[in-house]
């Protein structure tokens, strides 16, 4: 369930520990774009960002940035890994016509690390500017950009959103 980044804020510097404790493995940060902004690698970027129903400003967030947890939900059988999708049969959903009904998915690898593989999308899944080949994981570093459609979010480890945080709050 995604939720705006303030409540994360506040969490963390209410209570860093148990906050600390129950933070999933992986988060995704979406950042609404500037209203007006060019949307990157579009060859109609003169056109505003568009949501599936074409409103100009995103509704995602509304200015905010929230954050999407990386879990399974029980609902979604998909056995190979964290599906990401505008659908809402997906572990992650980005309600955006350039998201695919399902565009990728996660999977989380024994040491901790995780994988990004686009499942045939129309308009792609990058990772740090690099439009994935379909079906081909990837992997993930903490703090990469990744970008389905035309949503670009921030990947991070539970430990790199927590330095994130910290950074936020200041010394």
């Known amino acids: 369930m995604l ?3 303030s409540l994360h804020i506040g969490r963390f510097h209410r209570e860093r520990t148990e906050y600390e404790r129950t933070l999933p493995p992986a988060l995704l940060v979406f950042t609404p774009p500037i209203v007006g ?3 990157p690698d579009d060859p109609d970027s003169d056109r505003h ?3 599936l129903s074409h409103v100009t400003t995103p509704m995602v967030g509304v200015g905010e940035p929230v954050v999407f947890p990386v879990l399974k939900t029980r609902e979604n059988a998909f056995g ?3 599906t990401v999708g505008r659908t809402g049969n997906n ?3 980005l309600e955006d016509g350039t998201v695919s009904r399902f565009h990728a998915w996660f999977q989380r690898e024994s040491q901790g690390g995780y994988l990004l593989t686009d499942a045939g999308s129309k308009n792609g899944t990058f ?3 690099v439009r994935l080949l379909p079906r081909r994981a990837c992997a993930l570093n903490d703090g990469a950009r990744v970008r389905f459609g035309h949503v670009e979010l921030t990947f991070y480890l539970a430990s790199g959103f927590t330095k ?3 950074r936020r709050l200041g010394p």
């Open 3 to 5: 939720e705006p980044l």
């Open 37 to 39: 902004a060019r949307v």
């Open 49 to 51: 960002f568009r949501t």
């Open 80 to 82: 190979r890994g964290i």
């Open 91 to 93: 572990d992650v959903v």
């Open 127 to 129: 990772v740090d500017g």
């Open 164 to 166: 994130v945080l910290a």
